[in-house]
């Protein structure tokens, strides 16, 4: 561009006016922006799908930005909800793979009036109406999205492949159940630890066996809603639940910018801090964000102690990295069998979405459901 501009001077502004003088200026500006593209993805050091991911976001972001807005915005609340579905699609469109091989049946019912979507594999008997399903092992898969966001259909495949490796793996009693909780703001804290415990609660009443999953605010869901049975001294869902699968958490929602992951990683990467922020004050007051049900890390000891076996996931560019490892190392120091894993080089929403690691996080998470289910 420098050495363009150069000839365009040193020949009295004349040459700016030929067709071959703008053909190049619109090669140059474009080359530009390309290798400005591309050097800025190769920094950050992620995975090709990741890296495409990235660039999605930064073409949209500085034309549409519907991750930060005022939470009363009806319209924009459900355009970002949308966005999120559709995201969801498009990644499984470019990177996903046919889980057609081994049929499946899904179905939406409702547990304890809370929605909830059933996947299991076809011909294994499970009730259509959900509060009769009783005496099965159960994945209770709790979705993330803030809090504010996120749907059944926004994480169908990952539920889909879950279970298509279950089958793979001679696991073909096992069924998950997708809980659609209320969201953010219409339904503020303690909503959505309400809903995901009355489904769990309701499980265990029914002898099934129990292991709670969940991504981002769901996982932050899937441990909450154990600590709320804790704290109501509900011994039947202590008793019911096996495990819990926590995939880059959110666990310290009373402090967005406590690790150094939050910054660093949230100033460049998928998941932005000022998302985060707005996530939080959207879900609650700031007396709720330091309630122990909201952010876990809060939560005391004795009650800590007493939540199941638990794996915590996490992703090396995520925002949320340092506190899950966090979260993890409170499990441990409270004497609960803690499992952490990170994949490196991925971003936040790669379980949900088939970026880079996603198949081997799922086969990951399959092969922990099938072995807490077959002791």
Known sequence: LLLLLLLWLADGYNFVNSEKMKNLLVVGVVGLIVAWLAFDLWSLDVGPRSSLALLIVMLKRPFVNTDVFPNDNVEMMAKTRREMDVMSRLGVLLFGKSLDAIPMAVHDTTISSVPVRVYRR??????????????????????GGGFAKGSLDSHDYCNRHILHQLITMNHEDTIIISVDYRLAPEHMFPAAVNDVYDVVSHLASKGNNIITAGDSAGGNLATTSLLKAIQDADAIVQHAVKKAILIYPSTHMACTNCYKSNAFLGANYYLKLDSMVWFSFTYGTPEDLHNPLCSPMLADEKDVAKLPPTVIITA???????EGMAYAKKLQDAGVSTTHRDFPNTIHG???????????AIDFVAGIIANTFST
């Not at 090396?316 to 340092?322: A, E, F, H, I, S």
């Not at 790669?350 to 081997?360: I, N």
């Open 122 to 143: 076809e011909g294994y008997l499970v009730p259509e109406n959900g509060d009769a399903i009783e005496n099965k092992n159960v994945v209770v898969f709790i979705h």
């Open 316 to 322: 090396g560019k995520d925002p949320l990295r340092d």
């Open 350 to 360: 790669f379980f949900s979405v088939p970026l880079d690691h996603h198949e081997e």
